[in-house]
């Protein structure tokens, strides 16, 4: 179970080509713009601008994705949060929405309409719930 990280983006929302040089940098582990630039322009179908990665790369950084160093005369770009990570955040902050709902019949109703796999994975869930919070209440 991976842990929500200390380090959240300021801004959850990513763009499709955002979303790409995420997961390149994720990848890479870090990345310069000719990398990404590299990486994207070896399908010979896509076409894209060197331009168009930085601004991107920059948007990631000002969204508290990524962060950039200078090292010598090149900038080299590092995530902040790894790929878990940000399917722990988003799956965290998509659980908060749907709890935000706050109606318990609406959940109920939606709940009621899940195939058996799901209602397996919720009662999963929950079992596991329970275990955490007896093992906190224990200490």
Same mark, same amino acid.
């Given at each position: 179970?991976?842990?929500?990280?200390?380090?959240?983006?300021?801004? @959850?929302?990513?763009? &499709?080509?955002?979303?790409? +040089?995420?997961?390149?940098?994720?990848?890479?582990?870090?990345?310069? $713009?000719?990398?990404?630039?590299?990486?994207?322009?070896?399908?010979?179908?896509?076409?894209?601008?060197?331009?168009?990665?930085?601004?991107?790369?920059?948007r990631l950084t000002q969204k508290g994705w990524l962060r950039c160093d200078k090292q010598e005369r090149s900038f080299i770009w590092?995530? @902040?949060?790894?790929? &878990?990570?940000?399917?722990? +955040?988003?799956?965290?902050?998509?659980?908060?929405?749907?709890?935000? $709902?706050?109606?318990?019949?609406?959940?109920?109703?939606?709940?009621?309409?899940?195939?058996?796999?799901?209602?397996?994975?919720?009662?999963?869930?929950?079992?596991?719930?329970?275990?955490?919070?007896?093992?906190?209440?224990?200490?």
């Amino acid at each position: 179970m991976v842990p929500l990280p200390s380090h959240r983006p300021k801004n @959850l929302s990513l763009g &499709p080509l955002e979303t790409e +040089i995420l997961k390149i940098v994720w990848e890479l582990e870090s990345a310069t $713009v000719k990398d990404i630039h590299d990486r994207i322009l070896s399908d010979p179908d896509r076409e894209l601008a060197y331009t168009s990665v930085t601004t991107v790369l920059n948007r990631l950084t000002q969204k508290g994705w990524l962060r950039c160093d200078k090292q010598e005369r090149s900038f080299i770009w590092y995530p @902040l949060v790894s790929a &878990p990570e940000a399917q722990a +955040i988003q799956a965290y902050e998509q659980l908060q929405q749907f709890l935000a $709902v706050g109606n318990p019949d609406i959940v109920a109703a939606f709940a009621d309409s899940l195939d058996r796999s799901s209602i397996e994975q919720i009662e999963s869930i929950a079992q596991r719930l329970k275990a955490i919070r007896t093992a906190k209440e224990g200490k």
